[in-house]
């Protein structure tokens, strides 16, 4: 387990995308750490979601940490959007070229955290090279595309090794993908300290009855801490 406290962040993919802006202000009101953007191409995953102008429009109603995770290849020409729509992180997948030091030192040069991302099916070892280089490491624990999906408890194996490798550089350690109660306990204890939530927080309400959202966001922290 890590001995950084867990942070929530919830994804907007689950969101309801007719009224972004609310929702963002709703679930950082009712106790979000981060806010989730997945970035989907039709290519690198077989889903559209949207790209950096709707980020963009996002920026000003997310008070605090905009975590933007790239699932598109290729990923360098969009960088500078991502920057200049105000991203804090910026993940790309070591699967999406095959110059992912560069990319990382692009995305720090344009200003923002590094993120790396690795599908369910990449080895933790194809990051071990790159945590000198980045600020954030995602696991996938489903197949990147759909929000939804059942959780892969075969993945906590890998985010354990990742863990151990980061030892006490300032990396964070996220898992994105079927994390909620009922995953978030051995999600935190493998060493994870950031958990990407989708339905499992917006499904649980509304921007205009968010309580849901908060009992949703305490509940999975309750579990990470054990309780």
């Known amino acids: ?11 907007i993919l689950a969101a309801d995308f007719a009224c972004f802006g609310a929702e963002c202000r709703a679930a950082e009101a009712q106790g979000a750490d981060w806010i989730h953007v997945d970035v989907m191409d039709g ?3 077989p889903n559209i979601s949207f790209g950096p102008a709707v980020a963009k ?17 290729p990923v360098d020409p969009y960088i500078e ?18 110059h992912v030091h560069r990319t990382m030192q692009a995305i720090r040069g344009a200003g923002m955290k ?7 099916g990449t080895p933790a070892e194809a990051v071990l090279p790159l945590l000198d280089d980045v600020d954030l490491v995602v696991v996938m624990t489903v197949n990147p ?24 550089r300032p990396v964070h350690l996220e898992v994105d993908g079927g ?12 060493g ?31 579990a990470a801490a054990g309780r």
């Open 114 to 120: 590094a993120g790396v991302a690795l599908n369910p």
């Open 145 to 168: 595309g759909f929000g939804g999906q059942r959780f892969l408890h075969g993945q906590l194996g890998k985010i354990a090794a990742i863990r151990a490798a980061i030892g006490d």
């Open 57 to 73: 429009a996002l920026r000003p109603h997310i008070g605090g940490v905009m975590d933007v995770h790239l699932m598109i290849a």
């Open 81 to 98: 959007a991502f920057a200049d729509a105000g991203a804090d992180y910026l993940s790309a997948h070591v699967e999406a070229g095959p």
């Open 192 to 222: 994870a300290d950031v958990l990407v939530a989708g339905s499992a927080v917006f499904g649980k309400g509304s921007a205009d009855a968010p309580e849901g959202y908060g009992a949703a966001i305490r509940a999975i922290r309750e």
């Open 43 to 45: 290519h690198f995953v």
């Open 179 to 190: 994390v909620d109660p009922s995953t978030a306990g051995a999600v935190a204890a493998a």
């Open 1 to 11: 387990m890590s001995d950084r406290p867990v942070k929530i962040a919830p994804s």
